[in-house]
């Protein structure tokens, strides 16, 4: 949970350190943090910086964070959706 200085019970967000898995409080919504993505064939890159579950819907979106420069921008898209694209 982030407050208004950062993450509660601590001074600054960045001293927050993320649980792996956190649900909410109806069971609703699972947010996995760097968990590898289970699947019925072998992939290379099977590991998401973020996954959030729909448990109702029983589905899930992957989220796989970059930073980079404006000029790389492009090519780092296209790198991550290349990885990920056998999981459709």
Known sequence: ????R???GQKHCYEHVP??????Q???VTILWNQQVQTDT???NNKTDIII???????????????????NVIKKEA????????LQ
């Open 53 to 71: 579950r729909d448990n109702e819907k029983g589905a899930c979106m992957l989220i796989d964070v970059a930073i980079s420069g404006d000029r």
């Open 79 to 86: 790198k991550k959706i290349i990885n990920y694209e056998t």
């Open 42 to 44: 072998t992939i290379p």
């Open 6 to 8: 950062g993450a509660i």
């Open 26 to 28: 109806g069971g609703k």
């Open 19 to 24: 649980k792996s898995v956190e649900t909410s």
């Open 1 to 4: 949970m982030q407050g208004k």
